[in-house]
Each structure stands twice: as structure tokens, then as C-alpha cells.
């Protein structure tokens, strides 16, 4: 098939850039052309990335996959009206270049933010190419748990707006793909005419695999640590594992180190000072992606962290699937399809989000356990990736989307 990808994150981006890219090198590896319809690369630090400069349009070729990169307004600060005009920004740019896109067969279309989602309906609208839906987060519940509206009249009036036009882009997509199974439930419920899938994120697998070999260490070797590695926000709940280490003042053994960087990152420092466990939580910044699995194997396990929100029920953080693909166990403190799958494949400790006491607790139980315990969990972790979450199972059923939305229109 000749593919399009409509996404705004693509590499060289990290975290939100790298499962769109993982998407479009697996699609192609199956012996698909693709093609990539994106912005240029701002995110994490809220500019263009060096090397880059924004223009009305450019084209380049990445890993052999043909890009289009078209302008937004970057910014991934907490103002939510430079927020907004990064997502309709991109929207509105890819809307003007998504001609780019009118030899495919289909359109895969990279649903966050929802926005994005405007381009592929235009295409639609002019040429009759069918689109294809991949779910990253529900709309609108995503923009109203992230405070940046703030006033009640006013979020109320944009929740009504954007439940229109979703049940609208819904309604008219060829096909609707979830990240998880009550997801996939929930978007049965807002419109889509044919039945919603779950296709679970992967990860790059030429990065996240168990580490091997030998490394200099970046963690202080004097306690075991926990770690925390992703975006660095409000809707993370971080304070809750700094005040698990807080509570934890008899075992000064136990640590944690946030990887990662976000608006909320300046506040969790000041927390850890107040609290006095600055020396107990380390807080590493962004790091390049191919540094991850050695980091991460320094760490006893990783901490998948959200708040506790209806909307994360039907989420699964990438954070865990990177996890599991590197081996890693895993504290788990979301709830839903993300807690679930965690038990059911033993890959390590669940607990209640936004739990202090909780999270405590499994800090010491996961370092209590001991290493042949930890590695048991990692074992079951990675057994679990490669059988149920991995590129070639993912991609095997996108495909099966994707055909199915082609033979409809056909």
C-alpha cells in the first residue's frame, strides 16, 4: 500500500516523536511507501531544534521514509494560549499541504492532539482517501484535566466544541485504533461508524532492548534507586513519589531519579528541598534516547506514574511498554488497562495512583525483593513485549486496519 502518516511529532524529537517514528519504519519494513506529513521538531524544549529553521515547507528523507515538515507555533510551556496556537497552528499548516498526500491509498493518522485530525478530513473531503484514526488520548478529557483553560463557563464551552467535532472526525474515519482496550470501548460510544481496535504502542527497538555489557555508571552507587524517565508535567503526580521517598526516612538506601524534563520540573525541585530529600532525589534532565536502557538498568525499576482521572482508565504510558521491552520491573501507580497489564503479565508492583503511603510501600518491596525477584519480573516483562506489545505484532494489525479502510472506499 502507499501509506500516508499525518503526525506533529517525528524524530529527531524525543518521547512524544519517537512511537509515530517507530510507526512509519515498521509500516515500511512490511514492504509499504510511506510517507510523512509532520512539523519540525520542537518538543521538549518548546523551540526548533538546532539545525532547523522554520519555513512554509520541507522536504527531507529520514531512515528512507520521505518527509513533509510544515510550520506551528512551538511551545510546550503552561500558557494555554501559545498551547493553543501550537496545536491549531500545525493543524491549520497541514490542512494547506496535506495535498502532499493525495497519491496514497490511506491515511494514518497520528491522533494527538485531536487536532491533527482536521488534515486527514480535508484530504478526505478533496480526493476521497480514506482515513485511519490511531488514538493517542481522549479528547476533550485530555484538555480539561490539564488546568490550562482554568475557567469553569469557558472549559464547559470547549468541551461541548471539541465532543462535536470528534464525533464528526470519528463518524467519517475508515478506521479508529485505540492504545488500549477501554479506550477502544469508550470511542465505540462517540461516533465511530466502524468498530474501534486496540493496537497498544510500541517502542524503537533498535533502542529499548536489556542492556548489556559494561557502562559507566551515571547513579550514585551508594543506594538502590527507583526511576522515573518521560515527560515531567502535572498530570505525571511526581509530588506523590517525592513524598514516598519523603516518608521513607529510615531507608536512606532507597532513592529516586526523575529522567526527563516539563513545566512541572522547577516545582518537584523546590519539594524535594523543602522536604530535605534532595540528596534522595536526583533529578537528571533530558537524556538522549540510545543513553536510555543503560540508565534505566542502573535502577532496581521504573515508575509509570498518572493522575488519578477518569481518562486515564484507558491509557497506557509508553513509559511502560519501553519498560518491558528493556526488561525492566516495573512500579506501577496508574490505574485501568496500564494496572492491569502489569499484573497480569507479573512485571512488577501496582498500587493506587496518587497514593503516597502506597507508593512507599512498593518502593521498599520492589528493593526489599531482592535481585533474583526483580529479575524474575523484568523476564516476564520483556517476554511479554515481545510476544503481545512489540513492532511486528502492532504492526501486523495497523496493516489489517489499514487494508480493511482501502477495500471499503475500493
Avoid at 27 to 34: F, I
Avoid at 96 to 110: E, F, H, S
Avoid at 379 to 392: C, K, M
Wanted: with cysteine; proline share 6%.
Amino acid at each position: 500500500m502507499k501509506i500516508g502518516i499525518i503526525s506533529q511529532w517525528y524524530e529527531p524529537e524525543r518521547g512524544s516523536g519517537a512511537h509515530p517514528t517507530a510507526i512509519a519504519e515498521a509500516l515500511r519494513d512490511r514492504g509499504h511507501d510511506v510517507r510523512v506529513l509532520t512539523g519540525f521538531p520542537s518538543y521538549p524544549e518548546g523551540r526548533v531544534h538546532s539545525g532547523y529553521s522554520m519555513k512554509l515547507r520541507l522536504r527531507e528523507t529520514h531512515n528512507g521514509i520521505e518527509l513533509l515538515r510544515v510550520p506551528d507555533v512551538p511551545s510546550h510551556d503552561q500558557s494555554a494560549l501559545r498551547r493553543a496556537l501550537t496545536l491549531t497552528s500545525f493543524a491549520v499548516s497541514a490542512c494547506t499541504q496535506v495535498g502532499w498526500l493525495r497519491d496514497r491509498d490511506v491515511v494514518l493518522t497520528y491522533l494527538t492532539p485531536a487536532t491533527v485530525g482536521l488534515a486527514p478530513w480535508a484530504l478526505q473531503l478533496m480526493t476521497k482517501i480514506p482515513y485511519v484514526l490511531y488514538v493517542q488520548d481522549l479528547w476533550p478529557e485530555t484538555v480539561v484535566a490539564s488546568g490550562f483553560i482554568g475557567n469553569d463557563k469557558a472549559s464547559a464551552a470547549v468541551e461541548r466544541g471539541i465532543n462535536r467535532a470528534l464525533r464528526k472526525l470519528y463518524h467519517h474515519a475508515s478506521g479508529v485504533v485505540a492504545i488500549s482496550p477501554t479506550m477502544a470501548e469508550t470511542l465505540a460510544s462517540r461516533g465511530a461508524t466502524t468498530p474501534p481496535v486496540s493496537v497498544p504502542n510500541w517502542v524503537d527497538e533498535k533502542t529499548f532492548v536489556p542492556a548489556a555489557g559494561e557502562w559507566q555508571r551515571t547513579l550514585p552507587a551508594d543506594r538502590t534507586w527507583l526511576m522515573y524517565a518521560g515527560g515531567v508535567g502535572e498530570l505525571q503526580a511526581l509530588q506523590h513519589a517525592i513524598r514516598a521517598v519523603h516518608l521513607l526516612s529510615g531507608r536512606p538506601d532507597i532513592g529516586l531519579a526523575i529522567v526527563g524534563d516539563g513545566v512541572a520540573r522547577p516545582g518537584l525541585e523546590r519539594m524535594a528541598c523543602g522536604l530535605g530529600v534532595d540528596d534522595r532525589v536526583l533529578f537528571l534532565g533530558s537524556r538522549p534516547m540510545e543513553e536510555m536502557p543503560r540508565l534505566m538498568a542502573e535502577a532496581a525499576a521504573q515508575l509509570v506514574s498518572l493522575r488519578d482521572l477518569p481518562l486515564f482508565a484507558g491509557t497506557i504510558p509508553s513509559k511502560i511498554q519501553a519498560a518491558m521491552a528493556c526488561g525492566s520491573p516495573i512500579v506501577c501507580a496508574v490505574a485501568g488497562d496500564a494496572a492491569r497489564l502489569v499484573a497480569e503479565t507479573d512485571s512488577g508492583v501496582v498500587v493506587p495512583p496518587e497514593t503516597d503511603m502506597a507508593l512507599a510501600e512498593a518502593f521498599v518491596r520492589m528493593v526489599d525483593a531482592g535481585e533474583e525477584a526483580r529479575g524474575r519480573w523484568g523476564a516476564n516483562a520483556r517476554r511479554a513485549y515481545v510476544e503481545e506489545l512489540s513492532a511486528a505484532a502492532g504492526a501486523e494489525r495497523l496493516e489489517q486496519v489499514l487494508s480493511r479502510a482501502v477495500e471499503s472506499v475500493s
